[in-house]
């Protein structure tokens, strides 16, 4: 199945953004491609489609406010930094759905939220009357009160636990990559784009798995992570760039390449 027609297959979805997608080079928030991605968010939803946000960048949003923290590396510091961030950060949401005429909401989340059955049946009853209403969950792990003993230490992993417990459709990671390659392709030109993922036992033993980017906290591994956790529960995942011009919209029309990752027995393509 193709990503176009995945996606449109899809009531469901939950798409998540990284650091790196809502930084620019500087390191400060892309208002902009806020505002282009709630735009494709709104063409989402006016087919009949729901959606959730999953979106880091608490900590660049922060930093993009109070600059002269920098270079504090102590955790309280981090952790100030999140709660400063994340202010800016949803304001900055707010504004380009705003613009779409939609609300947002702000969920922060840990990992022991999803370990407790009365917080998970509290988070599912609050997501599912959001996305009925027509209102935006915005979601990131709580950074601000997290250690690491309860964290769960990356977005990727967070959507897919989101994808889980929202019993989504589909899951769409952005990353600065077009998706899978066999190698790196920023350091290897004959770096091939694995397009399709049925069997990720497989891929792990063909490709080699590198550290997270500039901004972000995960990498390749925990996008992989992500996929085994969302497949399991039949939940295809799409890894996707998010550099590209109108992201989503490519995606959505068919114009955007990507690895899409689904449950099946087979190998990859």
Not at 37 to 63: E, F, P
Not at 145 to 168: P, Q
Not at 228 to 235: P, Q
Request: charged content about 20%.
């Amino acid at each position: 199945m193709s990503i176009q027609e995945t996606i449109q297959n899809a009531k469901k979805i939950v798409i998540k953004f990284g650091s790196n997608s809502l930084a620019k080079p500087d390191g400060t928030i892309n208002a902009d491609f806020m505002r282009t991605l709630a735009s494709s968010c709104a063409a989402l939803m006016k087919s009949g489609k729901q959606v959730i946000i999953v979106s880091s960048g608490a900590q660049v949003a922060g930093l993009s406010s109070i600059n002269g923290w920098a270079h504090k590396k102590e955790q309280l510091y981090r952790q100030a930094l999140c709660a400063i961030g994340q202010v800016e950060l949803m304001d900055k949401w707010r504004e380009a759905f705003r613009a779409q005429d939609l609300h947002v909401a702000q969920l922060l989340f840990i990992k022991e939220d999803f370990e407790d059955y009365q917080h998970t049946l509290n988070m599912r009853n609050t997501l599912f009357t959001l996305v009925d209403e027509g209102v935006i969950p915005i979601i990131n792990e709580n950074d601000s009160v997290s250690f690491e003993e309860n964290s769960i230490g990356d977005n990727d992993n967070l959507s897919a636990l989101t994808a889980i417990l929202w019993s989504a459709d589909l899951l769409i990671l952005f990353s600065d990559i077009d998706g899978v390659y066999t190698d790196n392709p920023k350091t290897n030109e004959n770096a091939r784009l694995i397009e399709e993922v049925t069997d990720i036992s497989a891929l792990k033993e063909q490709i080699k798995i590198g550290g997270a980017n500039s901004f972000g906290t995960g990498g390749i591994k925990t996008k992989i992570q992500a996929a085994e956790k969302v497949t399991a529960h039949g939940i295809p995942m799409l890894l996707a760039n998010s550099k590209r011009d109108k992201p989503l919209a490519s995606l959505m029309n068919g114009t955007a390449k990507g690895t899409l990752f689904i449950e099946n027995s087979g190998g990859i393509k």
